[in-house]
């Protein structure tokens, strides 16, 4: 019998008198610096460029899986051919360090019988058809060529066949199994392996081969192919062998950001659903609550590429036209064709801008040169338009610039004039969105902090929450250090309103929280009570409870019972946003131990005293005034949810207390 392998093993073609592959592969230098969102890109890319019904979403799913290496006794000769490759370059440098680990990866014997492979499966998909000795069909493109791309539709997102080199990368030995059916029902497999140059048996030997029954030709008959890798349903199976199941929680950590940053368009837009795992589902459903748990706050500084914060630009889209911080230009381009532009005014905002074209997934987000204060997010859904800005993008589709775009082995000119006209779409949106009605401009960033002078960001249809606080009147929190102003001195006063003390640096939440005590009105030490710091001294009455708490009394021998409540330090940190309209703010809270029946006291920061916030909404816990209470805090992490009566954003100051009786 064949056993769960079939007759399935490997073929490496004899080398012919041409040009010899090197142990390098320069492509993989792309994806190199992030090889889980790399995998992300380009497989969930591949995925929606061969939807099947576009009136459902495509669904795509990352899993991690292991099978018996025992019960593939042929697949484990692939490390004859990767010995050849270090007899074949026996004193090169790069061969040593590629092929000498995968060497110790198959003597490694927890591998007969614990294989971990990267599963990635996609649904509601064409499939990849083959057709022998027909080099552009899909399966062959894939598996069988380099640098060979079969997708037919001018807005798929990978023209090049270079984003293979994505899969390989993540394989320690370099190899995948495709699986395949296609929506006809027929059926393909074939696994491959990305080598050198090599000798094997004293021949030498081509640099990739296949693991098939079919002397290197894909299999075609379902009954033939492994059950562990046997596709029954139209889509693809690509599974990437070797993985080590030790970094199984970083690589879902990394794979959940990554298609949160780079596909939350498309999901939003209901065109596509990914399971990483099933840690999560991210689908039109989740992705607002699951935006927020990933990336909390609204800024983007980030200068790393690839680890963008998605959040502004996400709000920017599902917010559009809902107040006067978010905006929608759109427009027919005489090159591009149809464009949108997505804006969301934020104040301190570095004027980023996130490109994308049809395919919904980030080509790449890049610095404006304004200070306007604004995430913008640029999307062209035209035919013509994508056809025109794919031409731009290089193998790995992370930029747009007209030298990427060539024919006949010469820059084409029309790449020059693409990217004009997107930028001019582009200034003249933000002309329109923050110009004033007099049309005076002034692009000096900060100074509206500390004058009042009519600038781009200002318009007389301003909210609330978009007033400069120069014009507030409030102060701005700067203050220059002494004997370093051109100007004559001050005096310092506490009655100078032009003076500012130097800003208190960032402190720790004040939460107060119970811890348990025996402590009766005999037992003589100083407590707290209430908010105050002051000493409160017992009398015979029993201990007095904190103001707004409900009295229970039981007499004992010593005495009444009351509540207390003991002050503990605790991190949080809130941040606030506009949401239909309404201000919302969120406290993250830390919490280093679980903690039940707690009630939180929201108080704004003033310049004097604090003031009570009256509480009008939270998702969490019931209202009372400035207090939502009956809030359990786990151990961890807690995030709020409120909104104030005033709807009005605030610094905030908040303290907790968790009544118990003593």
Same mark, same amino acid.
């Given at each position: ?6 007759n ?7 080398q012919p ?6 142990? =390098? ?8 610096s ?7 890109r ?14 459902v ?61 990267i ?27 380099? /640098? ?16 293979k ?7 320690p030995?370099s190899?995948i ?33 296949y693991?098939?029954?079919?002397d ?26 070797g993985f ?7 690589a ?10 780079n ?14 795992n ?5 689908t ?13 706050g609204?800024?983007d500084n ?6 963008? =914060? ?11 036209n809902?107040s006067?911080?978010?905006w929608?230009?759109?427009?027919? +381009?005489?090159?591009?064709?149809h ?19 049809a395919?919904?997934?980030? !080509? ?20 013509k338009?994508?056809?025109m +800005? ?16 060539r ?5 084409n ?5 693409? +990217? ?5 779409f582009i ?5 329109k ?29 301003l ?10 009147g409030k102060?701005?929190g700067?203050?220059?250090d ?18 500012m003390?130097?800003?208190n640096?960032?402190?720790?939440g ?7 005590? =025996?402590?009766? =009105?005999?037992? /003589? ?19 007095q ?16 019972? /009351? ?24 406290v ?41 209470r009956?809030?359990?805090l786990?151990?961890g992490?807690?995030?709020?949810? !409120?909104?104030f ?5 605030h ?12």
């Amino acid at each position: 019998m064949a056993g769960r392998e079939k007759n399935c093993k490997w073929y490496f073609a004899d080398q012919p008198n041409v040009q010899e592959v090197g142990p =390098n592969n320069a492509m993989e230098q792309s994806f190199k610096s992030h090889p889980y969102a790399a995998l992300v890109r380009e497989s969930i890319q591949n995925s929606l460029d061969a939807v099947l019904d576009k009136s459902v979403p495509v669904q795509v799913v990352f899993s991690f899986r292991e099978m018996k290496g025992c019960d593939y006794p042929e697949f484990f000769r692939l490390k004859d051919h990767i010995r050849g490759c270090l007899d074949y370059y026996s004193n090169n440098y790069n061969a040593k360090v590629i092929y000498e680990p995968m060497m110790k990866f198959f003597a490694d014997s927890t591998h007969h019988d614990h294989l971990g492979y990267i599963r990635i499966s996609d649904y509601n998909t064409k499939g990849m058809s083959y057709e022998k000795d027909k080099t552009d069909s899909p399966f062959y493109a894939f598996v069988r060529s380099a /640098g060979v791309s079969a997708k037919d539709d001018t807005s798929a997102g990978g023209s090049f066949g270079f984003g293979k080199a994505a899969y390989y990368l993540l394989s320690p030995i370099s190899t995948i199994m495709v699986s395949t059916c296609t929506s006809n029902g027929d059926k393909f497999f074939e696994g491959a392996s990305s080598l050198c140059t090599h000798t094997y048996l004293g021949k030498k030997k081509v640099a990739f081969g296949y693991y098939d029954d079919q002397d290197g030709k894909p299999i075609s008959d379902d009954a033939d192919i492994p059950a562990q890798f046997r596709r029954a349903e139209p889509g693809t199976d690509i599974n990437i062998l070797g993985f080590k199941m030790e970094y199984k929680d970083e690589a879902v950590k990394e794979m959940i950001e990554a298609v949160l940053r780079n596909f939350w368009f498309s999901i939003y837009e209901g065109k596509l659903e990914v399971n990483v795992n099933d840690v999560v589902n991210i689908t039109k459903n989740t992705i607002v609550d699951l935006m927020e748990e990933y990336f909390e706050g609204i800024e983007d500084n980030t200068r790393k590429a690839g680890y963008y =914060n998605p959040r502004p630009y996400f709000d920017a889209v599902r917010f559009a036209n809902t107040s006067s911080k978010y905006w929608l230009i759109e427009d027919s +381009l005489p090159l591009l064709g149809h464009v949108c532009f997505y804006v969301f005014k934020c104040k301190g905002a570095v004027d980023k801008i996130a490109y994308m074209r049809a395919p919904q997934m980030l !080509v790449y987000s890049q610095k404006n040169k304004t200070n306007y204060g604004m995430y913008g997010v640029f999307y062209c859904d035209s035919e013509k338009g994508n056809d025109m +800005l794919r031409n731009m993008e290089n193998p790995a589709h992370t930029e747009w610039k007209a030298t990427n775009w060539r024919s006949r082995g010469r820059q084409n000119g029309m790449g020059r004039q693409v +990217l004009r006209e997107l930028d001019e779409f582009i200034n003249d949106s933000l002309n329109k969105i923050f110009s004033l009605k007099d049309k005076i401009a002034i692009d000096i960033k900060g100074l509206e902090d500390f004058l009042y002078i009519p600038t781009s960001f200002d318009d007389d249809d301003l909210e609330v929450e978009d007033m400069p606080e120069s014009i507030e009147g409030k102060p701005t929190g700067y203050l220059q250090d002494e004997g370093s102003s051109y100007t004559t001195d001050i005096p310092k006063s506490e009655d100078n309103p032009t003076v500012m003390p130097k800003p208190n640096p960032p402190s720790t939440g004040h939460v107060l929280i119970n811890k348990s005590t =025996n402590a009766t =009105n005999e037992t /003589g030490g100083k407590l707290l009570a209430g908010h105050g710091e002051a000493e409160k001294k017992p009398d015979s009455q029993g201990i007095q409870k904190p103001g707004n708490a409900s009295e229970t009394k039981t007499e004992d021998e010593k005495g009444e019972k /009351g509540l207390f409540a003991t002050p503990i330090n605790i991190p949080y940190r809130t941040f606030s946003q506009v949401e239909a309209g309404k201000i919302y703010h969120y406290v993250v809270l830390h919490p280093r131990e679980e903690v039940g029946n707690v009630r939180l006291h929201f108080y704004a920061v003033g310049e004097e005293s604090d003031e009570e916030l009256q509480v009008e909404e939270s998702n969490i816990g019931n209202v009372s005034g400035n207090i939502v209470r009956d809030v359990h805090l786990p151990e961890g992490r807690l995030r709020l949810r !409120v909104r104030f009566t005033d709807n009005m954003k605030h610094s905030i100051k908040l303290a907790a207390e968790e009544l118990y009786e003593v």
